[in-house]
């Protein structure tokens, strides 16, 4: 076993010489290449041409020399497979013309075949592990339910989602059966892209933090439970929620493998609360990309100190931001794998 890809044996738990290292939306608009293509393909475009999924995913591998890959997509092709129409308009992101509503809007949702309405998910898969040839392993994705529901019921970006709040707090029974749609359609997802050959696949509840500790119960990470329950025993299941700490200590309970870490968390208190049950991934401020490549190289150090190199995978607390200069993304890679104790 011992060319197991470091990534892999993090994820493992196994004993390694320096934590592996890659970044949310690592393939993004801080590469100059990313942007090339995005001049000339519209954002849907890009995700469903497995040539150009592929070209983008690697591009973050080649260039900045992470330790693992992501696919390049995005988490709302599965409303999309459910049958909603989701735009992604310039300025704005995510955008629905018709938000889910009423119980009626629920109902007329599909739970897809999703071999015919996510195809071109399986074939960037299959094209992207040919590409790579084993240079690093290939992590698929897919949003959490109440993330998923906070664009289909909202209809478009928010700070607070408070309409896919308040339609979970006064249609409770239409909130649930579109959580269990989607849980059931995420599902059946995920376990094809393991089928395709995804090593590891990671659940992004980016809005998990705006419900209360009770809330998050129930209209998130009882969600979240089946699919780790679903998945657990043919991948490894990693589970970001954003602003999730209160619930550090049933995420670490619950069979997912790792967890990730966003930066309002110290490295000690996330240890505290999951009592090295699973592995940690995180947690570096995105921002903090923005300081000076030696404070970046300084702040690795004693992230990962606090964190301590085993069990754990260096990365940022959320996603890219797209004005990174490539260098100082490059600096912070650098700097994990130049770690020592
Ligand atoms: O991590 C990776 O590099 C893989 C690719 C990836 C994308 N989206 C590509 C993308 C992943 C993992 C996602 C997940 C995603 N998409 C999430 C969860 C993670 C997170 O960051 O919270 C969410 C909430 C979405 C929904 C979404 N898609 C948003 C909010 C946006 C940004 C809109 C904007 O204009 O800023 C997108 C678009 C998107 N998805 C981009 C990328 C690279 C930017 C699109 C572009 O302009 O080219």
């Known amino acids: 076993?011992?060319?197991?890809?470091?990534?892999?044996?993090?994820?493992?738990g196994d004993k390694v010489e320096r934590p592996p290292v890659w970044m949310m939306r690592q393939a993004g608009r801080y590469l100059p290449d990313f942007m090339k293509l995005?001049?000339?393909?519209?954002?849907?475009?890009?995700?469903?041409t497995p040539e150009l999924a592929t070209e983008i995913t690697v591009m973050p591998v080649n260039q900045i020399g992470v330790d693992a890959a992501i696919l390049?997509?995005?988490?709302?092709?599965?409303?999309?497979?459910?049958g909603v129409n989701v735009e992604m308009?310039?300025?704005?992101g995510p955008w629905i013309e018709k938000p889910i509503q009423s119980m009626a809007d629920v109902a007329n949702l599909t739970v897809p075949n999703v071999e015919e309405t996510l195809?071109?998910?399986?074939?960037?898969?299959?094209?992207?592990?040919q590409e790579l040839n084993d240079k690093v392993p290939l992590i698929g994705f897919a949003g959490a339910p109440w993330t998923i529901l906070c664009y289909m019921v909202q209809g478009q970006g928010s700070k607070t989602f408070d309409k896919a709040k308040a339609f979970c707090f006064t249609q409770p029974k239409a909130a649930h059966l579109l959580l269990q749609k989607i849980t059931d359609?995420?599902?059946?997802?995920?376990?094809?892209?393991?089928?395709?050959?995804?090593?590891?696949?990671?659940?992004?509840?980016?809005?998990?933090?705006l419900l209360s500790p009770a809330d998050y119960q129930t209209f998130s990470f009882n969600y979240i439970q089946q699919?780790?329950?679903a998945l657990k025993n043919e991948t490894k299941v990693i589970t970001f929620g954003k602003g999730t700490w209160y619930a550090f200590e049933t995420i670490s309970i619950s069979g997912t493998h790792a967890m990730g870490v966003d930066w309002t968390v110290t490295p000690k208190l996330a240890r505290y609360l999951t009592q090295h049950r699973v592995v940690l991934q995180g947690n570096f401020d995105p921002v903090r990309l923005?300081?000076?490549i030696p404070d970046i190289k300084k702040m690795v150090k004693e992230m990962i100190d606090g964190f301590g190199k085993d069990k754990y995978i260096a990365n940022l607390g959320h996603g890219i931001l797209p004005n990174i200069p490539v260098d100082n993304a490059k600096a912070f890679v650098d700097a994990v794998k130049n770690y020592t104790e």
């Not at 390049?72 to 459910?82: E, G, R, W, Y």
């Not at 195809?119 to 592990?129: L, P, S």
């Not at 997802?189 to 659940?203: M, P, S, T």
């Open 72 to 82: 390049f997509s995005d988490i709302l092709v599965v409303p999309q497979a459910m």
């Open 1 to 12: 076993m011992s060319n197991k890809h470091l990534f892999l044996r993090a994820l493992d």
């Open 119 to 129: 195809q071109y998910v399986f074939d960037a898969i299959k094209m992207t592990k």
């Open 185 to 209: 359609t995420t599902i059946a997802y995920l376990k094809k892209k393991v089928e395709y050959g995804v090593d590891a696949v990671q659940i992004f509840d980016s809005w998990g933090g």
């Open 227 to 229: 699919i780790i329950d």
């Open 290 to 292: 923005l300081s000076p």
């Open 89 to 92: 308009k310039p300025n704005v």
């Open 38 to 48: 995005r001049a000339k393909y519209d954002f849907f475009t890009r995700c469903q």
